[in-house]
């Protein structure tokens, strides 16, 4: 033996990749047929499901209101029926969907998870498939196939990534809510969204939390904030005549790093000297409405915001940190609960609570101490409803700029994930949708996996130690899935939480006058 | 779905929340807590007993935050945050913590 053997030995070609490579986020799985057949949410109780309009239970009839429920959808929809119908097969979307990448299950492919209703439609609402269903792959609607509609459409989180790669467009969300409408229609809802759904139209926000709840814990915050900066930090509510209601999830008031997010955009409002206020009867930017494919729902939920901004006689709507909800907000609030003429027109109606931050920053309203986030490395998870279904700013992009402007104003180590993972190709976080239910836990781990690996692979390469994110949905689905992939719960963060740790507060700037609040429009008049 | 004890059931349902929650008591609190793998000590007491008061006053669950201040000041830094809450109760000191207790399971994105 030469003396090298007693030298250590270089790592062989094996075990060099086996200690550097992580896996792809995008790598393609080992099919596993039927995987995930048994992964379905608990359904509704009569009691969620009367509240919202829809039968209890799953009607006698159902097969017959099931298929009439689809032919109003497509007459109602041409954009849904050309979904439908124009579908070639072509397989751009098959690897794109989080879920199919996860499981491994071929249901999970979006072409093939559409196909389970495309089969029915095709049955019923095209001439080959009503003649010739065996040459075009038309299905009836049978228990079985329903049976496989609440499962797998309970499997997509209506994130739009695989639309993206789509070469025709196709909105595979669409066909998803489309799924869902029809279900609880016929008295197959889901529980999670529907008593949520309930809980905003009776009492105001998806946790059930009353008035008295909210504002003992507001008050509560308030003092943690005087106690930590020495500057007393307002978060009213119902403030009437104020200029601003922010409208922000419940999550906000309650989990974490939720609630540090809250304390951040009141920093902001507080530094800024903005009039604001939250609204007790709209305490909630969430609209599941959407995820269940119930236009009614929605409006309800969303003429809530209205009512509350009129009662309040604000003159500005700003949606704090809610994927959904601002896709919801920046989409179709104004069709919903629309028009917002009684709003100061100066500014975008809705606003993002990022917008805002953004532009008290180019004003050079607030400044930061970025040394005070100078323990993490981050990076930023795009939530796939603000940017695949909205935007922020006025330039296309904004929606992937704004934030990503906000964090290098307040932190010093930022670091994106890999091109094919965020903005426009982002990955879901794997809960969203609808899908945020402990039923679902399984599916949510797995569907968390491309998101969780292109995390680990900059946490390798430029030592990141933290994500954050502008969705309630992701940043709880986050904190829930994380251990399971070698990071700390609390490795995700909310974007205005790193506002909150650098921002730097002046003394005494509550309640001052209306001067100073001038963000990329002139200044709301005097009331 | 119920639990049986000393001869009585208790509806609760699919997930294990109590169906009405003023059939609570603190041995059916024990049996909960023993079908999700957990051994009641008295921090884990604390937490249950605390949410059941803040409940009784403000009809939910407090925030993790307000439930981490409380515990601080029961039993000190050390055990006084969120770490430490999942170490009691590994599936989420909100939503475990209220199954035990006897409440509505938090809902919405929590």
């Keep these: 033996m030469s003396e090298a053997a007693t030298v250590e030995q270089p790592l062989s070609v094996e075990d060099f990749y086996d200690a550097t490579v992580l896996p792809d986020p995008c790598e393609i799985p080992v099919i596993e047929p039927g995987a995930m ?78 196909d389970l209703l495309r089969q029915v439609y095709r049955k019923h609402f095209t001439v080959a498939g009503k003649y010739f269903p065996w040459l075009v792959g038309a299905r009836d609607l049978d228990e079985e196939v329903l049976d496989q509609w609440y499962s797998y459409f309970h499997q997509c989180s ?26 609880a229609t016929v008295g197959k809802g889901q529980k999670y969204c529907n008593e ?37 930090v307002k978060i009213p509510v119902d403030k009437k005549g104020a200029d601003i209601l922010l409208v922000t999830p419940s999550a906000d008031f309650f989990a974490e790093p939720h609630i540090d997010g809250l304390i951040g955009y009141a920093k902001v409002f507080h530094q800024t000297g903005a009039s604001w206020t939250i609204s007790s009867y709209a305490s909630e930017a969430a609209n599941f409405g959407l995820f269940i494919g119930s236009n009614e729902n929605m409006r309800e939920v969303a003429l809530r915001i209205r009512t509350a901004a009129q009662d309040l006689g604000v003159k500005r709507i700003i949606f704090g940190e809610c994927g959904h909800a601002w896709r919801v907000a920046y989409s179709f609030l104004n069709t919903l609960a629309g028009p917002f003429d009684f709003l100061d027109q100066n500014y975008p109606v809705p606003q993002h609570i990022c917008e805002y931050t953004y532009d008290q920053i180019e004003a050079g309203k607030i400044k930061f101490d970025k040394s005070a986030n100078d323990h993490i490395r981050l990076t930023f998870h795009d939530s796939c409803n603000v940017a695949r279904g909205s935007r922020m700013g006025d330039t296309p992009g904004g929606q992937f700029e704004i934030p990503r402007t906000i964090i290098r104003a307040s932190c010093n180590h930022f670091f994106d994930m890999a091109p094919d993972t965020i903005k ?5 976080c794997g809960g969203g949708g609808g899908l945020l239910t ?6 949510r781990k797995k569907g968390a996996q491309p998101r969780m690996r292109a995390l680990q692979q900059v946490a390798q390469d430029h030592g990141v ?24 719960m609390d490795a995700i963060l909310s974007v205005h939480q790193l506002v909150s740790n650098a921002i730097i507060l002046d003394d005494a700037k509550t309640d001052q006058p209306e001067a100073g609040d001038g963000d990329n429009a002139q200044p709301a008049a005097a009331q | 779905m119920a639990y049986e004890l000393n001869g009585t059931t208790y509806e609760h349902d699919e997930e294990g929340y109590l169906a009405d929650i003023n059939v609570w008591n603190k041995e059916l609190a024990e049996l909960i807590a023993k079908e999700e793998n957990l051994d009641m000590s008295e921090e884990h007491w604390e937490v249950v007993n605390f949410l059941r008061d803040y409940y009784e006053e403000y009809q939910i669950a407090p925030a993790i935050r307000v439930l981490v201040k409380a515990m601080k000041k029961s039993f000190g830094p050390e055990k006084g945050n969120n770490k430490y809450l999942y170490t009691l109760y590994p599936y989420g000191p909100a939503k475990q913590a209220c199954k035990i207790a006897g409440l509505p399971k938090p809902t919405g994105c929590v």
């Design chain 1, 37 to 114: 057949a048994d992964s379905k949410p608990y359904e509704a109780a009569p009691e969620f499901q009367k509240a919202l309009g829809f039968p209890g239970e799953l009607v006698d009839d159902w097969h017959e209101k099931a298929i009439a429920k689809l032919g109003e959808l497509v007459e109602g929809s041409r954009a849904l029926r050309v979904y439908l119908d124009t579908c070639v097969k072509c397989g751009a979307c098959t690897d794109k969907c989080h879920y199919f990448l996860g499981t491994g299950d071929p249901n999970n492919m979006p072409v093939a998870r559409q």
């Design chain 1, 158 to 183: 209506q994130c739009r990534r695989c639309s993206v790669y789509c070469p025709y467009g196709i909105d595979t969300a669409e066909v998803s809510m489309a799924a869902r409408e029809i279900m």
């Design chain 1, 424 to 428: 426009e190709s982002t990955f879901c």
């Design chain 1, 438 to 443: 402990d039923d679902l836990i399984e599916l």
């Design chain 1, 196 to 232: 949520i759904i309930g809980k905003v139209e009776t009492i105001g926000n998806n946790l059930g939390l009353q008035k008295k709840a909210l504002v003992a814990t507001l008050e509560d915050l308030e003092e943690d904030i005087e106690d930590e900066t020495g500057v007393a």
């Design chain 1, 465 to 488: 130690t933290h994500m954050a994110a502008i969705c309630a949905i992701c940043k709880t689905q986050f904190a829930k899935v994380m251990p399971d992939y070698g990071f700390d």
